[in-house]
């Protein structure tokens, strides 16, 4: 007989696939309340700049896919949407059909809130419903293998400066509701280490940590907003600066739009050359990387596999 398969499950947050989809996508985003249709047509907007849809879900596949070849027969990789098709639920029925008892984790985001990775844990643990063993990767921002490919990452793209000595290095991730800090979710602090260790690791002077993609919710948001910091390097002589996005590990509306168009344009306005790090997507260093976690939360659960 033959001996049973690990299932490895890559958890991202979903877009749409067509500007046709944008609707239904923000109805599942909003728990089920219709969207204003003025914020419909701008998010529709954003998504018609990007090529007219998310490439989320074909990127995580192409991740997917180098990490079933980098972890080898022994394991089955699937991949799950939280806001859209594939859908977590659906993913976890498939796994269960396939005959897997037990399921490794990974949320494609590396950095853990209550509010993010904690919502994708909730909605693995009511799909699973006992059915199968389940072991979440909770956090891997400080991950070495992820530290130096997003290290060489900066030194590819401070070569597009003229003088890569007087860039200003901007890390981003995407914001979250103030009161996280104040129920003392890690996230802000977990950011702050990657940031650190990167900086470190290039042994830069002129660096800081900014957050972007803020909701339109009238509650406060982490900040600073990256936005804001550009004018406010602008005012002070600043005329570089590298974006580095460690919260995002994939191309999609908060990378392609929020930075590439939204934050160029301010940069633009304001005399700043901006440049950002290329984002990981299937990067064959991003594989070995997953199946290290994989392989680990594996064996401290003691499956054989």
Known sequence: MAAERTAVLLMAYGGPDSLADVEPYLLDVRGGRATPKEIVEEVRARYARIGGKSPLRRLTEAQAARLASELGPAYRVYVGMRHWHPYIRDTVERIVADGSKRVVAIVMAPHYSALSVGVYEKKLLEAAAGRIETALVRSWGMQ????????????????????????RVIFTAHSLPQRIAAAGDPYPEELAQ???????????????????????????????????????????????????????VCDHVEILFDLDVELQEIARGVGVQLERTASLNDDPALARLL??????AARERGWLA
């Open 144 to 167: 070495p293998l992820l530290l130096e490919t997003l290290s060489e990452r900066m030194v590819q793209a401070l070569q597009h400066f003229p003088s890569p000595r007087g860039v």
């Open 194 to 248: 990657t940031a650190e260790s990167l900086a470190k690791r290039r042994g830069l002077v002129g660096w800081e940590l900014a957050y972007q993609s803020a909701g339109k919710s009238p509650e406060p948001w982490l900040g600073p907003d990256v936005g804001d910091r550009v004018r406010d390097l602008a005012l002070q002589g600043v005329k570089g600066v590298l974006v580095v996005p460690i919260g995002f």
């Open 291 to 296: 199946a290290d976690l994989a392989r680990t």
